[in-house]
């Protein structure tokens, strides 16, 4: 089965959505999310695959789904759930039934698809968060940590010491640069009342 990495943004309380979407606007955050989930290194006709449920992709607006330039697999117990839906004959949209099922259809595409898969991203909600984080093959957690806590009824699970290592800031900074073959804003960024961080754990 492929690795993964989680891709998300929390508040000091591990607060991630309010009312199925995010309880903060932040451009900086989402132009990073964008480069993050989609740059690829080893070749410009690969892609990465982002995993996201079904409640994450409603809240992706319509205007932007899927996720351009990405492979969109989308986790539901439903499995007619894109039969109705514009996305079901889109090569870059597809349907699985668990997060072990979505790592499954990953892997047989990563050689036969065209354009062929490079990384993969979990990028929520808080229902796959959860298993993803317990999985062992969640190498990295890349968490925008928003320094404050806002209202929120969606969490991001505990992240246990005993099974990842946050990187002092300097560190996730290289890691990241390194991550993107690019330059990353590093330290702590101010947009409008926000002050947040981009931060890094890996797995133990």
Sequence with gaps: MPS????????LANG???NGGLPWRLRKDMAFFAKITSKVISNDSRVNACIMGRRTWESIPAKFRPLSNRFNVIVSKNPCYLDDKAEKSNPFVALAGSLEAALSLIKSHQESFSPRLERVFLIGGSQLYNEGVRSTRCQNIILTRI??????????PD?????????PSAKSHEFLE???NEQVEGGVITEGDYKYEYTVYTRV
Aim: aromatic share 16%; charged share 10%.
């Design 4 to 11: 993964f990495s989680i891709v998300v943004a929390a508040d």
């Design 16 to 18: 991630i959505g309010l």
């Design 147 to 156: 320094q404050t806590t806002v209202e929120c009824d969606t969490f991001f």
């Design 159 to 167: 992240i246990q010491s005993s099974e990842y290592t946050l990187l």
């Design 178 to 180: 390194t991550f993107l």
